[in-house]
């Protein structure tokens, strides 16, 4: 069966950093690419940024030049590092996997991510705040 586990979230002040981590089994990385989620109190999950197999990423306008996603093969992990952390970045975090081709993953109106996506973990908290 197919399992996501997040972990490494917390709390950090403004201007700090944080990295996820997202350990993947029963699932083999492949032309659909995996993502970083998040989802704020009373907002829908917005995708924060996504990677293909071949190491192809893609990123939200909001989080450009302060995060970034990677994927070491090896050990089958899903990583985010954030840095320059603002307290609009407070959300639960998700690690996703077999979604869509990188090239269509795209920030604009339409099906909801959690119907995009097969696979999820179960989430980890981010609070940035002063």
């Known amino acids: 069966a197919q399992e996501l586990v997040e972990s490494g979230g917390g709390s950090v002040q403004p201007g700090g950093s944080l990295t996820l981590s997202c350990a993947v089994s029963?699932?083999?990385?492949?032309?659909?690419?995996m993502g970083w989620f998040r989802q704020a109190p009373g907002k829908e999950r917005e995708c924060v940024a996504a990677?293909?197999?071949?190491?192809?990423?893609k990123y939200a306008d909001s989080v450009k030049g302060r995060f970034t996603i990677s994927h070491d093969a090896f050990s089958n992990t899903l990583y985010l590092q954030m840095n320059n952390l603002q307290p609009e970045d407070t959300a639960t975090y998700y690690c996703?996997?077999?979604?869509?081709?990188?090239?269509?993953?795209?920030?604009?109106?339409?099906?909801?991510?959690?119907?995009?996506?097969?696979?999820w973990g179960q989430g980890t908290q981010v609070t940035v705040s002063a």
């Open positions: 990677i293909d197999d071949v190491g192809g990423t």
């Open positions: 996703a996997a077999d979604g869509v081709p990188l090239k269509d993953i795209q920030w604009k109106p339409g099906p909801r991510w959690e119907s995009i996506f097969s696979y």
């Open positions: 029963g699932y083999r990385f492949s032309s659909y690419c």
